[in-house]
């Protein structure tokens, strides 16, 4: 086989494939041949070009997520590695397995004036898991045994719980595009790690139920991935009396039966006197409803936290157990060991329920305008079933109170709750999601990322709507700015985005509503169009949806007899 000369890329291209790499994304440039090389020749990766490094990386992220598999970018020197940070440290606190690979001008050439050359090694210190500077062509024996080593131990490191981004900075020297003759079984160590599943033995879950037995407990879920097993345990505990659960729309609960989602609602219209618990296990990552968080910590209760994770992770400030294991398991267990309480005499769970129920039937009581919060919601009542649903940070993520229950899943970048790369991230899940992939963002969110629109990635599957208020009107919203004189200028600045116009130059259907009404003759439309990628652009006025939005808490508020 014909391919790079750089023993370095082709041992990293071989391990790849042994570790479970099957996707590599691609950004071009002249140092990083040999690496693009070595993949594009492997039989099992299959490598996609975009051009932007943060949109790539995003992209990756996006595919390592909806398919559960480690997932290669790569770019060339200098500011390039700069661009793939957001997406790393997304990664890092979301447990993503992301293969950060970049090339590098030798060591003697920094701070040269050689072009594209900056300090590459250690760039992602702080949310990475492990960083390696590789030469390209190691002179001997042990220097090669060095690189097999590091490779394997990164790639080890990226798949292990809690999964993560690891980073091999490769120095590559001149010739850059020089190729030889290699046998296909040229010589590749893989080191097989083995690592047993941490459990609950059985007497350790049987004493955790009669602990749990006389208290009021409180399961709060964060994101998570969608897992059966979980979900199943969850409706199990969720059945028992004295224990309520409270799941995000992120945490991808199937089926919510007795399960409390619409988390803020409830909490608006609730005695937390009433619903006050004894002791609150939590799962997942971080918790979207500011109102939870300040709550739980205001009950100072024992905090347990079940995860796999490199920190305590003590969000609630009253962490008492960590148990280290994944949350399916611990559940399952949980669940087996709590069933001889299940005729307990609580009440403490109807009560959580009770609430929602009233939360929901002001909700529905509720008479919305059209707004941000309207259209948000609506859309929700129409997805289509086993659709992927992604959704951007800010205010359209808090729109939604529930997962709907028809779609497949639900993902947010919620590790770092940032709104840059949230397109490229979605665009990324529909790569390799065989049925649409809806995405739901607002126009500040859509304007940070709007390079993404134009990867070859993008397929009819793909559906965009942009909640189009013109301003970040989150900022109206919130406490914290909505009184501010720097308001309209710094704030909720106005947004100069010719979506249709744009839309329609990348190649998108484009699609508009106004009104509710237009939205019920638009939506079918927007769902049925095979033949491109689609954007619904959701026409509203800043103010009015900030107003209707306070309406609607007040609404909670003053019709709530505690």
Request: hydrophobic share 40%; net charge neutral; charged share 20%.
């Amino acid at each position: 086989m014909t391919t790079t000369d750089k023993f370095t890329c082709r041992q990293l291209a071989h391990l790849l494939q042994a570790y479970g790499v099957k996707k590599a994304v691609l950004s071009p440039g002249t140092r990083d041949t040999p690496i693009i090389m070595a993949l594009n020749r492997s039989e099992n990766i299959t490598c996609s070009v975009v051009i932007d490094e943060r949109s790539a990386a995003f992209t990756a992220l996006g595919m390592a997520t909806v398919s559960g598999e480690p997932v290669a970018i790569v770019c060339t020197s200098g500011t390039a590695p700069l661009n793939f940070a957001p997406a790393i440290a997304e990664a890092f606190y979301r447990n993503i397995p992301l293969i950060v690979v970049t090339a590098d001008r030798p060591a003697q050439w920094i701070d040269q004036d050689d072009s594209q050359t900056i300090h590459q090694p250690g760039i992602y210190t702080n949310y990475i898991k492990k960083q390696y500077t590789l030469p390209d062509n190691p002179a001997d024996k042990e220097l090669r045994w060095m690189v097999n080593r590091c490779l394997n131990e990164g790639l080890q490191a990226a798949v292990s719980s809690p999964a993560g981004p690891v980073h091999f900075n490769i120095e590559i020297g001149e010739p850059i595009s020089s190729q030889a003759e290699v046998d296909e079984t040229e010589d590749v160590r893989v080191i097989s790690l083995i690592s047993p599943e941490p459990d609950m033995s059985t007497s350790a879950s049987r004493a955790l139920g009669r602990e749990l037995a006389p208290q009021k407990v409180l399961i709060v879920g964060g994101f998570h991935r969608p897992d059966s097993r979980l979900s199943r345990a969850i409706s199990r505990l969720a059945a028992i009396p004295n224990i309520a659960v409270i799941t995000e729309a992120t945490a991808n609960i199937r089926p919510a039966h007795s399960i409390v989602t619409a988390v803020d609602p409830t909490l608006l219209c609730a005695d937390k006197e009433q619903l006050h618990p004894d002791v609150v296990i939590s799962f997942g990552g971080s918790i979207v409803s500011r109102n939870l968080k300040e709550t739980i910590r205001q009950w100072n209760v024992p905090h347990w936290y079940v995860g796999r994770s490199e920190h305590l992770t003590d969000c609630f400030m009253g962490l008492s157990r960590v148990f280290d294991m994944d949350a399916p398991l611990f559940f399952a267990r949980m669940a087996s060991a709590m069933q001889p309480f299940a005729a307990s005499k609580s009440i403490y769970r109807d009560q959580w329920l009770a609430t929602q129920a009233k939360a929901l039937d002001l909700t529905n009581n509720f008479d919305a305008q059209w707004s941000d919060m309207a259209a948000v919601s609506q859309v929700a009542r129409k997805l289509p079933r086993q659709c992927n649903l992604s959704v951007s940070n800010g205010m359209t993520l808090r729109h939604l109170l529930a997962t709907p229950p028809d779609v497949h899943r639900l993902d947010c970048n919620r590790g770092v709750s940032g709104i840059d790369g949230s397109t490229s991230t979605a665009i990324g899940a529909s790569a390799v999601y065989p049925d649409t992939t809806i995405f739901i963002t607002g126009d500040m969110s859509a304007q940070y990322d709007m390079g993404a629109l134009a990867s070859a990635l993008v397929s009819p599957r793909f559906k965009m709507i942009v909640v189009n208020n013109g301003e970040g009107n989150i900022f109206r919203i919130i406490k914290t700015t909505r009184s501010l004189p720097e308001l309209d200028r710094y704030m909720a600045a106005h947004v100069n985005l010719p979506l249709k116009e744009i839309g329609t130059a990348y190649g998108f259907k484009v699609f508009e509503a106004s009104s509710t009404e237009e939205l019920d003759r638009t939506f079918g439309r927007f769902i049925a169009e095979k033949d491109k990628p689609a954007i619904l652009i959701l026409k509203t006025d800043p103010e009015q949806s900030a107003a209707e939005y306070r309406r609607y808490i007040r609404h909670l508020r003053t019709n709530t007899v505690n």
